[in-house]
């Protein structure tokens, strides 16, 4: 063994938490919290809002006013699906005084402090219009795309009709959402 240590085993007997100790508890008719009748482990949902009174929001650093860098992006290539998401981050933008910006995983992000609304994010054929608590918007006119917890997006394409009334008001009323969620739970940093 020159020069190599050995992991000590564990003692036979002892209960670990691997595939062979679960099928032997199975036989046994027992189990650990946390694993069904076949050993296997489940997920256990926990709400977290419920242990803290409040609900949390997604919080990002340094959102300013006006973002270079987000006025950079919108103007870049490619000119059809940037122009598509400049018209809506510009009614993001137009929202409010209280809103503002930055880059957030590549793409123009909209905040109220430093909670995030919105954002555009630009795709090969078509362009984003994303909301982080969408799930919570009245959507009468079917236009959020998303199965997540909160978040949802429109999807626009170059040349398609899209109703620009129904998507101005998702954009007002994540804004006011949000204002909404942060004066019940405190202040923004």
């Known amino acids: 063994m020159g020069g190599m240590s050995?992991?000590?085993r564990r003692p036979s007997g002892s209960r670990g938490t691997g595939r062979r100790n679960r099928l032997a508890r199975r036989s046994r008719g027992t189990t650990f919290?946390?694993?069904d009748m076949r050993g296997r482990l489940r997920r256990i949902p926990l709400d977290i809002r419920g242990?803290?009174?409040?609900?949390?929001?997604?919080?990002?650093?340094?959102?300013v006013?006006?973002?270079p860098e987000v006025d950079a992006w919108l103007s870049a290539e490619p000119a059809d699906l940037r122009s598509i998401a400049r018209t809506w981050f510009e009614r993001m933008r137009a929202c409010a005084d209280d809103v503002r910006e930055l880059m957030h995983d590549g793409q123009p992000t909209a905040c109220v402090g430093d909670a995030a609304f919105a954002y555009v994010a630009t795709f090969s054929a078509h362009v984003n219009v994303g909301f982080?608590?969408?799930a919570a918007l009245a959507d009468p006119e079917g236009l959020l795309q998303g199965t997540g917890?909160?978040?949802r997006h429109a999807?626009?394409?170059?040349?398609?009709a899209i109703d620009d009334a129904a998507l101005d008001a998702l954009v007002?009323?994540?804004h006011a959402d949000l204002r909404r969620r942060i004066e019940e739970g405190g202040r923004p940093r």
């Open 51 to 63: 242990l803290t009174g409040r609900e949390e929001r997604f919080r990002l650093s340094g959102a």
């Open 33 to 35: 919290a946390g694993e």
């Open 149 to 151: 917890k909160a978040m």
């Open 132 to 134: 982080f608590h969408g």
């Open 65 to 67: 006013k006006r973002d």
């Open 6 to 8: 050995r992991v000590p």
């Open 155 to 160: 999807r626009l394409r170059p040349g398609q």
């Open 172 to 174: 007002r009323a994540a």
